[in-house]
Every structure is written in C-alpha cells, then in structure tokens.
C-alpha cells in the first residue's frame, strides 16, 4: 500500500484561468489558432526605469536574505503610499511585503482563522478565497454579487448570514471577475456591523490604481476600521509586473509579530531585488500607470459596447481592473458550456463564470487586458459563434 497525501489536499484545483490556458495551449499546439482573453495579467511591459532598478540591485548584490518583513525602505515607502491614497495614517510597523499576493492572504487566511470558523467571501470572486477557506478547514458563506448592484454584496444575504459564528469577512473591490466596485454604503454597514465583535475583515484591494471614475471607496480608508481590518494588495497589475511576485500585506501592530514568524517558516523572505524595483516604482514616474489605465477604458468602452449589441449578452460596464462580465443567460446553458463550446468552436479562450463560484453561473469572464487587435478578433468570433447557437 502507498502512503497518501494529507485529506486537506482533496480541495485543491486548477484555478479556472490556468485550467483553459493549458487546454488552449494544447489546442494551438494541434493547429487551432487562439485569441487568449482568459488570462487577467496587463500586456504592457514592466516601465523600464522599475526594471532597470531590479537589474541594477542585482549587480550590486542585493541577491541575500533579507529581513522576513522585508527591507525597511521599501516597508516606508508602501506605509507612505497607502496611507497617501487611502487618506489614514500607518507607518511602516504595519507593513509586511510578501512574495505575491496571493501569499499574502495565504499569510493572512492562516494568521486568522480557526477549522470550523464561519467566513464571508464574494461569490462570484477570486477561486483562492475558496480554495483556501475550504483547504484550511473552515466554513464557506458565499454572499452573491448582485448585477443590479453593479456587483456588489447582496445585503440581504449579508445581514441574514452574518452572525457571532463570523470569524472573517473577505472583501474585494474593484473585483475579479466583475470588475465591480462596492458601493460606500455597503461598505459602511460591514464596518458597523463586526465593530465590537470578533470578526476580522481581509480587504483585498490589488486593483485599486485600475479605476475609471472617483466613485472608488477603499475599506481600508473607512474610519475606525484599521484595528480588525488586514489590506491585501500587490503590484502585478499596478506596474504590470505579474511575474515578479511581490505584494504585501497591512495590518494591525499587534499581530505583526505572529504575520513575520508566518512568513519566517512560509517562505523566509521575499527577493530583495524585486523590493528595490518596487521602491523604484513607488517613489518614480507614474505616467506608464495613467496611461496604461486610459488604454484600458478605451478598450473597456469598445469591449462593452461590442457585447451589448449582441443578440442575448447584456453586459454591465465595470467600474474596475479589466474584465467584464456579460450575462449570457438567455441561451439557456450552462457557462462552462459555452466557454467550451466558443474555445473549441470559436478560438477564443475566455472563462465560464462558474470557475468564480456558483452565482456565477449564467455569466462569462473576459480580460481585456490585451491588444485591441486580439479583441477585435476575438469579440467578432464570439459573435459568429454565439450567433450559431
């Protein structure tokens, strides 16, 4: 008899982008020519002067250990800037940098909560939420994004489900995959509700550079939340900069001790190269970054206004990141389905929106994190396809 693998495994998964990448991949290797609009990551290249930086730390050493928390300057810089956007005051005491941010609510997941702990989590949203709550034992409370609300929580089902069984409430915004952002009031009436409770709230606020209106509200900024608030955040769609792996973390003095020991035994630091890029990012030129995001309302503007003439797609526009997310409810089959049918039949690689949990079913993500050429190409292939159907 073989010895097995630990039963926490059983949850794991291909995440859904990385799944339709590879049969994709596969697809193109047999011949079949493919518009790829399922992978969320910028196609800009990284700005030369934040590469330049890591190459340059590279040739003067900076290739050794450093502290787990990470390197004092860079830890300033991101308290400065946090708490410039944000409007709040933190310091550098509050700062972990993490190699990526999915390590950093990896970190975060396994600091807070407990096997059999009630945790709130967006659904539709980001595949790791739910892997990690499920891989760590605790309970799944799924709160549906509302289309009608532009994707934010469904308040109903918060107050309903919300209790002094919550131990976390995880948040999003602007989102993967609706590129929805929550509305003030929502997230006014969750700050007053775990006040004076036991629940912790994880704001996961990676794409907080990538909006299109000054309707944006932060979580993080709300008064009186910082105590049982942790920020998570990067910089791979800020800086366009996903394969560098390097977010961080920004949470309360008292419980950093615990996050450096995490991060000591999880991964002993994060590169102190890459630190020096991002200290060239955060304290350099922003021009690459406002107009990276211009490019992406135009093609934001041409990707929705293509989809909503389509016979059987609405699609809201979103307020942030870069995906949509057009209902195609109407035709009557199962997402999966039709992400299936239109990589298979259509060439174009876009994601079911059952990967982000169950209420997404009826929906379908695309990145427009690409060439306006590839989503012409694409968008006019869904439409010979869809219109087939």
Known sequence: MRPSLAKRTDVLAAEGAYAVLSKATILEKKGKDIIHLEIGQPDFPTPKHIANAGVEAIKKGYTKYNPPLGILPLRQA???DVSSKKDINISSDNIAVTPSGKTAIFTALLALIEPGDEVMYP??????YQTLIDFLGAKRVPIPLIEKNNFSFDMNVFRKKFSK????????????PTGGIMRKQDLMEIAHAVKNTQCWVITDEIYDQITYSDAYTSYY????????????SGFSKTYAMTGWRIGYISAPTRIMDKIDYLL?????????????????????????LRNMVKEFKHR??????????MPGIVCPEPAGAFYVFPNVKSFNKKSSWIANYLLEKGGVALLSGSDFGKFGEGYLRISYATSMKNLQ????????????L
């Open 300 to 309: 934001r503007k041409f990707v929705v206004s293509s989809l909503n003439q």
């Open 78 to 80: 991101i308290a400065k």
């Open 123 to 128: 659904n539709p949203g980001f595949p790791t």
């Open 377 to 388: 190409e694409g968008i006019e292939r869904i439409r010979i396809s869809l219109a087939k």
């Open 165 to 176: 069984k919550t131990r976390l409430i995880i948040l999003n915004s602007p989102s993967n």
């Open 221 to 232: 900024g709300l008064p009186g939340v910082k105590d049982r608030t942790i920020l998570v």
């Open 264 to 288: 000591t035994h999880m991964v002993g630091c994060t590169a102190t190269f890459t630190q020096h890029a991002i200290l060239a990012a955060l304290n350099g030129p922003k021009d690459e």
